[in-house]
Nanobody, 126 residues
Framework: QVQLVESGGGLVQSGGSLRLSCAAS????????MGWFRQSPGKERDVVAA????????YYADSVKGRFTISRDSANNILYLQMNNLVPDDTAVYYC???????????????????WGQGTQVTVSS
């Protein structure tokens, strides 16, 4: 059974930084693409960043390129999202997702993900 638990959200001023973590368990068979997604009230869940099983390939939404960095500690099954230079538009609930995929594939479409964490709130004040 796959379980994803996010942590690291909070309230930060514009220009500040946060690091989100996602502890994954149950990813024992096959390979998985993982990603960070966010959702604001009344909006759809959108991809923020995604990474393949080996960590060599990544995808970023245009709005976060150059500010956010996704990485994974495969030995300990932890996914990270380092968020720098945060702006109020980054305010949302951030979700960690995992999806079975070939090792070199990055899955960046939220509708293709089967496993989700409970989410962590990120609020950026102006």
């Amino acid at each position: 059974q796959v379980q994803l638990v996010e942590s690291g959200g909070g309230l930060v001023q514009s220009g500040g930084s946060l690091r989100l973590s996602c502890a994954a368990s149950g990813l024992t068979f096959g390979s998985f693409s993982m990603g960070w997604f966010r959702q604001s009230p009344g909006k759809e869940r959108d991809v923020v960043a995604a990474i393949n099983w080996s960590g060599r390939h990544t995808y970023y939404a245009d709005s976060v390129k150059g500010r956010f960095t996704i990485s994974r500690d495969s030995a300990n099954n932890i996914l990270y999202l380092q968020m720098n230079n945060l702006v109020p538009d980054d305010t949302a609930v951030y979700y960690c997702g995992a999806e079975s995929a070939p090792p070199e594939i990055v899955v960046a479409v939220p509708e293709e993900y089967d496993y989700w964490g409970q989410g962590t709130q990120v609020t950026v004040s102006s």
